[in-house]
């Protein structure tokens, strides 16, 4: 069964520090790739998406991330974080060519300090 | 452009009963899901609806169900609650590409 992992469960970082959370997925087929955000209290926002092409792709809010297809790996990546950056942070992983189904894994809260 | 509507937002249920909550997706989208969202199990995917028709279908028992109707609204059914079934219910508005936009969500507390 696909999975995706998200090593880091819990990230505490100062505000300006550089930010990579990790992403890793197990199904060797063609995948769609997202990152989503939900903020205290809000709903679940898309930050950014892979389909195909460049495997570096910007999103929302200065946020990016990179595919690496050897590593099955979609990181996701921020050089300075905001305190407004304090949130929960979901990778996810659609299968190419089946229904509309995403796989999740299990978030990663990013607390930013002053 | 309106987002996703959910309703309601809250439920409080006791065991035993059924739930129906209702979302509405973004004009012009045909397809629905639906996912549950706990502390323990993360978000998973319950079903998928397009046009009408559900196309997908996740790991969950038969008391969960769900159906379309022809302006793409989509509800979703959990009867016989239990307690374990109390948790967040997200539902996403799904283009054509497969991005999908999540609404508020409706949480159920089963007591």
């Known amino acids: 069964a696909q999975s995706v992992s998200q090593h880091n469960h819990h990230v505490i970082l100062s505000e300006a520090a550089s930010l990579e959370l990790g992403c890793n997925y197990s199904?060797?087929?063609?995948?769609?790739l997202f990152w989503y955000v939900q903020y205290p209290g809000q709903h679940l926002q898309l930050l950014l998406k892979y389909f195909s092409g460049d495997p570096l792709v910007k999103g929302i809010k200065g946020f990016e991330a990179e595919f690496i297809k050897s590593k099955f790996s979609f990181n996701l990546r921020k050089p300075s974080v905001q305190w407004s950056d304090t949130a929960e942070y979901f990778c996810?992983?659609?299968?190419?060519?089946?229904?509309?189904?995403?796989?999740f894994g299990t978030g990663t809260r990013l607390q930013v300090t002053l | 452009k309106a987002g996703v509507t959910q309703t309601p937002r809250y439920l409080i249920k006791t065991r035993g009963q059924q739930v129906t909550l209702s979302c509405s997706p973004i004009?012009?989208?045909?397809?629905v899901s639906w996912y549950q969202q706990t502390p323990g199990q993360g978000l998973q995917f319950l079903f998928e609806?397009?046009?009408?028709?559900?196309?997908n279908k996740g790991n969950f028992p038969g008391r969960f169900s769900g159906r379309q109707f022809s302006n793409s609204r989509s509800e979703m059914n959990v009867s016989t609650l239990e307690l374990g079934d109390s948790a967040l219910y997200l539902c996403a508005s799904n283009e054509p590409t497969d991005t999908q936009y999540f609404g508020p969500g409706t949480r159920l507390t089963v007591l």
């Open positions: 199904y060797g087929g063609t995948v769609n």
């Open positions: 609806y397009f046009s009408e028709t559900q196309r």
């Open positions: 996810a992983v659609k299968r190419g060519g089946t229904a509309s189904k995403l796989t």
């Open positions: 004009s012009g989208h045909r397809s």
